[in-house]
């Protein structure tokens, strides 16, 4: 069990950090980002302090996060098996678990080193941008980057919640099937925990939320494959 949160108001992430940390404290990783899509990534085993140098309140405007369980065999801490995960175009935090790993790997990314599940969703998503010729939404206001991002979520079986965070675009997004995420629909702050004051209403399944300062807003959709909500 791991826990995503994110906002713009540190203060807000602080306290989002330390109740998130009841769902994994194995290891730490966080994106802070600015509007001109400056990015910092910062990874760390178990729990890490975000007072003193670990504030940034001046620096970035958007700060996302994830706390990690030890799912697997594999309890050592390395960057390369801790979220966020990262590929061409896109980072993502991944709560959930996906159930088709090794099919999306023989099918789409013959040549993916990875064995952490959540590491092939920004693959994916980096496969279809590139390759598929056909990514185009008979909604014109989709940006190739949005339909590639429900087209990959309509491939995944399993259960998740994700930030997702575009390199090129500086834009957020959200997404969720099965996997526990609460928000707040005013101030685009949310959370794997629901927090009373903070984020507190629970996000759609099978939407597509764009992130902003100034709240969440929806902007896409795709269809679920939740075993647990067929």
Known sequence: M???FGSSNFKNYKIMYEVNKIRGNFAY???YTTLGKEIYIRKRPGEVDLTGDGEFI???NMFLGHTQAPTSVKREFSPRTSHPFEDMYHLVAHNGVLENYD???????????????????PALIAVLLEFDDDLTSAESHKTQELVAIERCCEMLKGTFACWIYGKLTGCTY???SGSTLF???DTGD???MKIPGVCE???EQGVVYCVTTEGLAKCGKFKTNNPFFL
Do not use: P, T
């Open 2 to 4: 791991c826990g995503i």
């Open 29 to 31: 990783g966080g994106l």
């Open 58 to 60: 001046d620096e970035y």
């Open 103 to 121: 099919e999306i790997v023989d099918d789409y990314l013959i040549a993916h080193l990875n064995a952490v599940d959540s590491s092939v969703i």
């Open 174 to 176: 959200l997404v969720r």
């Open 183 to 185: 928000g707040n629909h």
């Open 190 to 192: 949310f959370s794997s």
């Open 201 to 203: 209403d629970e996000i």
